[in-house]
């Protein structure tokens, strides 16, 4: 257990639907992260929040869109996802984004598929 | 792009030590070097992080060089439950704080 939870754990959903996973850590940090990991690919890092605001959007397509409502909680809402957005979803936080100092705690993963 | 290469894969025997080397020559001054492993599926693992000084801690120990251009993980005493992709990460200042880039890592297989 790293203090860092996900649910669903798993999820399929059709290209039509409208999803959203949920990140929650118990750890009391200030930034927290929504990574992708595709099949046989390096984690790709999607945004980054610090104190609830989003400070890293990297070239993520408008399909997938975060909400931070408190520096706790961490949401990834989808919808019209393609087949090539199945992948596992993986939430992290940190004590702060701000330092290099400090390390990251992951939690389980959303394993995603879009049929 | 990641600022580290790691081997593709390595093997150990279990219980002897794992040594995972990591390249990382452009290491600005102020960039701490992070390993996390990932057990198949799971979420990485955080492991250890060092800036300069060598660290240990009770699941591994950090060799850093003293031109900092590279490091080494050393699992003591591997077990066939360390088999897994270890990665070598620096965490890299940029416009909204600090990211963790990851590369492919280094698959390790410990052997009975």
């Known amino acids: 257990e790293t203090g860092v939870t996900q649910t669903p754990r798993h999820l399929v959903m059709g290209m039509t639907n409208k999803k959203s996973l949920k990140c929650e850590q118990h750890l009391g940090h200030n930034a927290m992260y929504w990574y992708k990991q595709s099949a046989k690919k390096p984690l790709e890092l999607m945004f980054v929040?610090?104190?609830?605001?989003?400070?890293e959007n990297n070239s993520v397509p408008s399909r997938f869109s975060p909400e931070c409502p408190n520096s706790s909680h961490l949401f990834l809402h989808l919808h019209t996802l393609q087949p090539e957005d199945s992948a596992l979803y993986l939430c992290?936080?940190?004590?702060?984004?701000?330092?290099?100092?400090?390390?990251?705690?992951f939690g389980p993963g959303t394993r995603l598929t879009v049929t | 792009d990641a600022k580290t290469t790691q081997p593709t894969s390595m093997d150990c025997a279990e219980g002897r030590a794992a040594n995972l080397p990591c390249n990382h020559s452009t290491i600005s001054g102020n960039e701490y070097v992070y390993w996390y492993r990932q057990i198949h599926s799971q979420g990485p693992q955080y492991i250890i992080h060092g800036l300069k000084n060598n660290e240990t801690n009770e699941m591994a120990s950090l060799i850093i060089t003293e031109d900092r251009k590279s490091s080494t993980l050393i699992l003591p005493h591997a077990t066939l439950r360390d088999t897994a992709v270890y990665y070598c990460i620096v965490r890299v200042a940029g416009a909204g704080g600090f990211k963790t880039i990851f590369g492919a890592g280094t698959r390790l297989f410990v052997k009975a």
């Open positions: 929040y610090s104190l609830e605001e989003r400070v």
């Open positions: 992290a936080s940190s004590r702060t984004a701000t330092s290099g100092s400090y390390e990251q705690y």
